[in-house]
């Protein structure tokens, strides 16, 4: 697990998936065959970067209950 300098990641902490709106801990990641599938949001296009979880949840996003607790859905 690790930050990002791919896609549109330039080593922010989080990462959002604009596809299912869900922003993601890189420092937390869990990178187990179900877990956040970072790499394959990044491939597929749909990073969004975020310096702060407080700017993802203005912005819409839910946390992904595998690398964030507290899912709201
Ligand atoms: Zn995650």
Redesign the pocket.
């Known amino acids: 697990m690790a930050r990002r300098h791919t896609g549109n990641m330039n080593g922010e902490r989080y990462l959002g998936n604009t596809s299912k709106k869900e922003v993601?801990?890189l420092d937390k990641?869990?990178t187990k065959s179900n877990g956040?599938q970072i790499d394959e949001i990044i491939r597929a296009g749909h990073d969004k970067p975020f310096n702060s979880l407080t700017t993802a949840h203005v912005q819409g996003y839910d946390n992904?209950d595998?690398?964030?607790s507290g899912s709201t859905r």
């Open positions: 993601h801990d990641e869990d956040c992904c595998k690398c964030l």
